[in-house]
C-alpha cells in the first residue's frame, strides 16, 4: 500500500513558477513508476508526465513539454513537477500517481497502469 500527498500548489500569474510536491509513504518507492496527470474544470484528467523507477527516462506530454520537469528523489520518497512559464490553461487539479514496475526503464503513460493516486492540489493560473 502506498500513499500519495502532494503539495505546492497555488495562485500564480501567467509566466511564474510553481515546484509540485508528492510525498509517497513506503519502503518501497523505487518500486513504482511514477506520474503526474491533471484535471482542468470541466474536462477529463489528462496525463502531464512520467518518470520511470531510477529517473532514468522520463516523458511529457506535448502541451507541457520544454515547461515542465519531472524528478525523484528516491531517498526522501518524493517526485517532483517543476511547473515553469505558467499559462492560464495550466489550471487544474494537479494529481501523482504511483504504479508497480519490476522494470527499471518502464514509463506509464495510461491512467490503468497505475495502482496508487494522491488527493490532487490545485494550480490556478491568472492572465
Known amino acids: 500500500q502506498v500513499q500519495l500527498v502532494e503539495s505546492g500548489g497555488g495562485l500564480v500569474q501567467a509566466g511564474d513558477s510553481l515546484r509540485l510536491s508528492c510525498a509517497a509513504s513506503g519502503r518501497t518507492f523505487s518500486s513504482y513508476v511514477m506520474g503526474w496527470f491533471r484535471q482542468a474544470p470541466g474536462k477529463e484528467r489528462e496525463f502531464v508526465a512520467t518518470i520511470s523507477r531510477y529517473g532514468g527516462r522520463t516523458y511529457y506530454s506535448d502541451s507541457v513539454k520544454g515547461r515542465f520537469t519531472i524528478s525523484r528523489d528516491n531517498a526522501k520518497n518524493t517526485v517532483y513537477l517543476q511547473t515553469n512559464s505558467l499559462k492560464p490553461e495550466d489550471t487544474a487539479v494537479y494529481y501523482c500517481?504511483?504504479?508497480?514496475?519490476?522494470?527499471?526503464?518502464?514509463?506509464?503513460?495510461?491512467?490503468?497502469?497505475?495502482?496508487?493516486w494522491g488527493q490532487g492540489t490545485q494550480v490556478t493560473v491568472s492572465s
Open positions: 500517481a504511483a504504479g508497480i514496475t519490476y522494470a527499471s526503464f518502464t514509463l506509464y503513460r495510461g491512467e490503468g497502469e497505475y495502482d496508487y
